[in-house]
């Protein structure tokens, strides 16, 4: 259903990938906001995937695209994410530039 | 034919009945999987040891090949494609993968296509699986480390995944060999099954607008099997490898479904894995949910900004304290060995030209290196450890912000520390890097790492003028030593490539995306494998291009003769030929311009016949010293020990002499194998060569600096 | 042995392992240009 939902770009801030984000809206953050300001333990959807061709298409190959939930395994260096049952580690620049909806614990 | 399949029966151990025809041509079979799926271990598992790797052609893309005899007695050829995790066209890895099975390659497209699906991470693997059975050629899936889910509590419905798959479905567990013979069976019958196809449904209105993209791509040549499954790719990002008419059909499509509201970036991703949502909710039964594995519970450590740090560094200070101590009892074997063949032959054959050939030349040139075989085999086998392990991964991960900071990826770890066992896998291995600068600036750096190949001058040199002190702990000063000369290697990477990154590779760096597998035990049939691929390939090179080599510096190091006045000691006469012959008239040529360095001619004779490969400076000094040098088989360190200088009687060796000489390997790029191999990564031809001769010259200057610097130092510290 | 036929088989052997040595660099030459026409690479170093 969420799939549904947000199957259309939203308009989200698109960010080019190397951006980094601001980490102040860790925990202020309900609407969206950027994968990078999630913290350990956090689950969330993904509502953009604001990269470049390569690494878009990779991301989203790997189970990270519109629609897809994540939750956040590790944030202390870059990001530890659990997607679809694998760990995929992240860059702090591509997590600024995916945008989520952090879900309720 | 008839006498193969006879002896294949009788030796089988599954009963099969006897094939109804003998086909002459073997069957082709490609194995395709994401990375750390065992995809490896399993074409090890079915093929045995007979596997040759080469190239695909015109693309640096690794291409292993290897065959074992069918049940039936029919050959198959099993070709490992490179691990992918999508038939993404922008990435060279993959888009070779569908390339090849689409039939554009300049290789007859498979008869099967075997698909390697690791069991824990089915969810995951099923993507690339629902886009391979969508070309439309005969497949397997192998459902492979199905124990290791078993014991996490994962059950897989096999049968129902056949069904929903419509592909066989065999479990295995490549590490074990267990599922092969299984899965051999599978191969071979899978070409008289149904074809598979899409299974994943499309709405309507997406198939409607794809429509003319496919239409479009058949026009352009692509297989009609093919053209569905390239569409949705296309879709994502219009390439530019089709014609206009694709690409005018593309950005149509695009708009129609926007219009329709679907987002046309992520619609394949969203259709595969909304279909992938139902097959597991049908196939896989997780009771215990994987929220938190142990492998997170390790990784809690191991990626700590600090622990995690210490214990990186901690497990490299172990892995070059093992490969000095571990190997020094086998070395020692080796070593006396050696010596007695020396002997042996020496007595048997009698004086003259070729006993002086086989003993100064071949023993104590191929010898001096094979010494060196226990060191890199058990470098090969701490490397096999920590890749196998699931640790290289996380090496990456922690390692990727500091990179980041030289301007190199996180991806550009793995081949750096491949530098440690030889550069030319390691330049390879830079394949995995996308972005041409990123390749590039890995490629300059990556000799810069001390490759196993120094090992021998290191320990050699470390060996007979490094005091042997006990520092505490497990570390003594021969073991800081050599690590000292591995730091100084590694950190010069990093600096140069810094400095390559803001000059010549102006550009930003790709941000890392990178899987970590769960943590396993190694297999040690596999890292057996591997060692033994290794090692035998350092031993191949000892018996061709470095024994070759040693008969050649043999014979420059003794012809012309001269005639020596009588009268005169013998170690008198042997010096003066020596420095009559072609090589000493070389070296005393060079001489003037390493003298600065503290090096005398005969180190600079070692140092230019080094250029072809760096362990011939030992073979090299071997065979210079046991023409030279005294015939009572005293060892080479000895007699280095005992070189004198004939004017001053000072010692020719003293250990700034010794440290500056490893200083200059540690950056000078004596390797005809790197220079040819970097020549061809770095864009091959002209463009290869001017960046070739780029890092061989800036390697040289920073070797003569770095060695003309220790003898500096030493003199102003007043020990040189 | 006769020295004459010590001289004549060090004299193959050493002349062999020229040969050898000296085809070993002209191959990996070849190699190269050959690879450098097959890839058709662009002049920023990126092989398609």
């Not at chain 2, 997406?206 to 949705?232: C, I, K, M, T, W």
């Not at chain 2, 003298?595 to 071997?622: C, H, N, Q, Y």
Request: contains cysteine.
């Amino acid at each position: 259903m969420l799939r549904r939902l947000f199957s259309r770009p939203t308009a989200a801030p698109a960010g080019p990938c190397l951006n980094t984000a601001s980490s102040a809206v860790a925990e202020a953050c309900l609407e969206s906001c950027a994968l990078m300001a999630c913290t350990t333990g956090r689950r969330a959807v993904v509502v953009n995937v604001g990269c470049d061709g390569a690494e878009a298409c990779r991301l989203r190959a790997m189970g990270i695209y519109e629609g897809a939930r994540v939750s956040v395994v590790d944030s202390r260096n870059g990001l530890l994410l659990q997607v679809r049952g694998a760990r995929l580690a992240i860059g702090a620049a591509v997590a600024a530039a995916i945008t989520v909806i952090p879900l309720p614990n | 034919m008839g006498a193969a399949s006879d002896a294949a029966r009788a030796t089988g151990s599954i009963a099969v009945p006897p094939a109804p025809r003998a086909p002459a041509s073997p069957l082709r079979v490609a194995l395709v999987g994401n990375p750390n799926t065992g995809k490896s271990t399993l074409f090890n598992a079915l093929t045995g040891m007979r596997q040759r790797v080469g190239n695909f052609a015109g693309v640096t893309v690794e291409r292993v090949e290897g065959s074992y005899t069918g049940a039936d007695g029919r050959r198959v050829s099993v070709l490992d494609l490179p691990g992918a995790y999508s038939l993404d066209p922008h990435t060279p890895d993959e888009a070779i993968a569908l390339d090849l099975l689409a039939g554009r390659a300049d290789v007859p497209v498979p008869d099967v296509v075997v698909i390697v699906a690791d069991a824990l991470h089915l969810e995951r693997n099923l993507y690339l699986v629902s886009q391979l059975i969508e070309l439309g050629l005969p497949a397997v899936v192998a459902l492979n480390q199905i124990d290791a889910a078993t014991k996490r509590g994962l059950q897989v419905d096999v049968v129902e995944l056949i069904h929903e798959l419509g592909v066989t479905v065999v479990p295995t567990v490549a590490t074990k060999g267990e599922g092969i013979d299984r899965l051999r069976q599978a191969i071979a019958r899978a070409p008289d099954l149904p074809v598979p196809s899409r299974r994943m449904p499309v709405p309507r209105v997406a198939e409607q607008a794809l429509r003319p993209v496919e239409q479009a791509l058949v026009d352009d040549g692509v297989p009609p099997a093919a053209a569905g499954l390239e569409a949705l790719l296309h879709l994502t990002a219009p390439g530019t490898d089709h014609g206009p008419a694709v690409h005018a059909a593309v950005v149509a499509a695009r708009s129609q479904l926007l219009d329709a509201g679907l987002n046309p970036e992520s619609l394949e991703a969203e259709l595969r894995y909304g279909w992938i949502t139902g097959v597991m909710h049908r196939t896989v039964k997780d009771p215990d949910g994987q929220e938190h594995t142990t492998s997170d519970r390790v990784d809690r450590l191991l990626l700590h900004k600090v622990w995690g740090m210490l214990i990186f560094l901690a497990l490299m200070g172990i892995v070059f304290q093992a490969v000095f101590f571990w190997a020094a009892p086998m070395q020692e074997a080796v070593e006396s060995a050696l010596g007695w063949a020396g002997t042996q032959v020496g007595s048997a054959m009698g004086e003259g030209d070729l006993q002086s050939l086989i003993v100064d030349g071949v023993i104590a040139g191929v010898g001096g290196v094979l010494v060196f075989l226990p060191q890199i085999a058990i470098l090969f086998l701490f490397i096999g450890v920590l890749e196998d392990s699931g640790y290289m991964a996380r090496a990456a991960f922690l390692m990727d912000r500091y990179m980041r900071t030289v301007g190199l990826h996180g991806r550009s770890f793995i081949p750096l520390v491949s530098g440690f066992a030889c550069a030319v896998p390691a330049i390879m291995a830079t394949r995995t890097i996308e972005r041409p600068r990123d390749r590039l600036a890995t490629i300059m750096v990556v000799p810069l790492m001390s490759c196993s190949a120094r090992l021998p001058v290191y320990t050699l040199l470390i060996g007979a003028f490094v005091p042997a002190m006990h520092i505490g702990g497990f570390l003594d000063l021969h073991g800081l030593v050599l690590l000292g000369m591995y730091l100084l290697g590694t950190v010069s990477a990093l600096v140069v490539a810094f400095f390559f990154r803001r000059t010549l590779l102006r550009g930003q760096t790709q941000p890392l995306i990178l899987e970590l597998p769960p943590y396993r035990i190694p297999s040690p049939r596999a890292l057996a494998t591997t060692v033994f691929h290794r090692s035998s390939l350092f031993v191949r090179r000892a018996g061709t291009v470095i024994l070759a080599l040693s008969i050649v510096i043999w014979a420059l190091a003794t012809y012309p003769r001269s005639d020596v006045p009588d009268g005169i000691p013998d170690e008198a006469v042997q010096e003066m030929q020596l420095a009559n012959s072609f090589l000493g008239r070389a070296g005393h040529a060079i001489a003037p311009a390493v003298a600065p360095l503290g090096f005398d001619w005969k180190i600079g004779v070692s140092i230019v016949s080094s250029f072809a490969a760096r362990e011939v400076f030992v073979s090299a000094m071997g065979t210079i010293y046991g023409v030279g040098g005294s015939e009572d088989g005293a060892g080479l360190p000895e007699k280095l020990r005992a070189e004198r200088n004939p004017e001053t009687g000072a010692p020719v060796y003293t250990l700034a002499t010794a440290i500056g000489l490893m200083v200059f390997y540690v950056f000078a790029l004596m390797c005809m194998s790197t220079v040819a191999i970097s020549i061809r990564e770095a864009g091959g031809g002209w463009t290869g060569v001017r960046w070739a001769a780029v890092q061989f010259g800036y390697m040289l200057a920073l070797a003569y600096l770095g060695a003309w610097l220790v003898r500096i130092g030493a003199g102003a510290f007043g020990w040189a | 042995m006769s020295p004459v036929a010590q001289t004549v088989i060090v004299v193959l052997l050493v002349a062999g392992a020229a040969l050898y040595v000296a085809r070993k660099v002209w191959l990996s030459v070849a190699r190269a240009r050959r690879e450098r026409n097959a890839a058709g690479c662009g002049a920023d170093g990126c092989c398609k």
